[in-house]
């Protein structure tokens, strides 16, 4: 075990339960380790239940091209607890992520405080030692409650796709999970919202009045759309014609576009040229990302396709459909999934979004995973919906079963961003 794993597993028993949405016990921390967020640089927080990690990683892309120094704070990681926090542009190293992660520790004095809420202070401490320009802040789960909750000026706020998930969290409906959303947004600060569900975006209105915010509202103040291999952006003042997103998925042009107006409407005045080069280098694992080299492509025949997707609800299900469907219209080939989910999340719907795709499913358990489901159970699932399910043992003999029995397949891993992670670390791709 690694020493920064030492370290991690001492914080995991710090708290009895996972998740605990409440900020006292941040704020605590945050005075013992004397106010880090009010020292941040200038911060754009995203929440969202789709797209946070996507539109995050257009947003880095453009300001880096424009030479900003950037810091980033996503969750979770895939491969290793690093790739959440980004100072300057670079992972932050092992041996800064271990300081600061003891010196919360000693800070704490042995308290609860939950995992995500002790290593966010970490990250937010470390942002206010290291200068940068602009600070861009993933919520872990809700908004309102969440532990990155704690900004109390933030340069502007944006509000991704909301859709139901984390419902023993947030609320069963999308009006209750909007509501916990909009907790981010702040009096002085713009917003901008991505295109919504009716329900969701009359709460987010709603809220945003009462802080006498005027929204910035996609297919209302500003638009985006492919067309003939361009993205064509407009609001109210401009027309800008882009380069398409290097993300694959039509769900992109949406994540890529409320950047774009991110960018506008903060008044970050990056040069088109920048917002371009941002859109042709962005890079955002396991958001349908092609695996075309490492240890796994061993386990499939020579003519088939890899491709590792992370979305793991309904919505995400919807998108990665779209965009599957999408390729089958470019370059017909077989497609067959792989798949492996937490017990958290609806299954049933998730695989009901390819049922007019009709792929057969291997299904998979998730390794060092014991909140997943076993790989018997997730094919009861895939089979309620009418889709052909085989179990296999690990994601390795599933792609070599699945490549055996389907020549030339697209071959699709999908279902849990835990489960996009193991497969990174199987196939030994670096963080990025």
Not at 7 to 15: C, D, F, G, P, S
Not at 44 to 61: C, D, E, F, P, Q
Not at 227 to 236: A, E, I, K, P, T
Request: hydrophobic content about 45%; glycine content about 8%; proline content about 6%.
């Amino acid at each position: 075990m690694s020493r920064t794993d030492a370290i991690l597993a001492r914080l995991m028993a710090l708290h009895p339960k996972l998740i605990d949405l409440e900020l006292s016990r941040t704020e605590r921390l945050l005075e013992a380790m004397g106010r880090p967020q009010d020292r941040l640089p200038p911060v754009i927080h995203v929440a969202g239940t789709n797209g946070k990690g996507s539109t995050i990683a257009y947003l880095r892309a453009m300001l880096e091209a424009a030479g900003k120094r950037v810091h980033v704070y996503t969750s979770p990681h895939l491969v290793a607890f690093r790739e959440r926090i980004r100072l300057g542009g670079t992972l932050v190293s092992n041996r800064r992520l271990n300081q600061v992660l003891e010196e919360c520790e000693a800070a704490n004095k042995g308290a609860p405080i939950t995992f995500f809420e002790i290593t966010t202070v970490a990250a937010l401490t470390l942002f206010a030692r290291h200068p940068a320009d602009v600070l861009l802040l993933e919520t872990g789960m809700g908004g309102r409650f969440d532990t990155t909750n704690v900004v109390e000026r933030p340069l502007g706020t944006i509000i991704t796709p909301i859709s139901h998930d984390h419902t023993q969290f947030l609320g069963e409906t999308l009006a209750e999970i909007a509501s916990a959303k909009s907790g981010i947004l702040k009096r002085g600060a713009p917003a901008v919202f991505a295109r919504q569900p009716d329900e969701a975006m009359a709460v987010l209105e709603r809220d945003a009045r009462a802080l006498g915010i005027a929204p910035f509202v996609a297919g209302q103040d500003f638009d985006g759309h492919a067309q003939r291999g361009r993205l064509v952006y407009q609001d109210d003042t401009q027309l800008l014609d882009l380069p398409l997103p290097a993300l694959v998925g039509e769900h992109q042009i949406e994540n890529a576009t409320l950047a774009v107006a991110a960018v506008r409407h903060f008044g970050l005045d990056l040069p088109e040229s920048a917002i371009a080069a941002g859109l042709r280098e962005v890079v955002w694992p396991a958001r349908l990302m092609s695996l075309r080299h490492g240890a796994l492509i061993d386990s499939i025949d020579p003519g088939a396709e890899l491709w590792l997707d992370g979305g793991h609800n309904a919505a995400g299900a919807t998108a990665l459909a779209a965009a599957l469907a999408d390729m089958a219209r470019a370059r017909p080939a077989p497609l067959v999934l792989v798949s492996g989910m937490m017990a958290s999340k609806d299954a049933a719907a998730f695989f009901a979004a390819f049922r007019d795709l009709a792929p057969p499913v291997f299904t998979v358990p998730i390794p060092g995973e014991s909140g997943a489901l076993d790989a018997k159970t997730l094919a009861g699932h895939v089979a309620a919906n009418g889709l052909s399910a085989h179990t296999a043992r690990s994601v390795r003999a599933a792609l070599r079963s699945a490549s055996q029995a389907h020549p030339g397949a697209r071959l699709v891993i999908c279902g849990s961003l835990y489960l996009a992670g193991a497969v990174l670390a199987q196939n030994r791709t670096p963080p990025t």
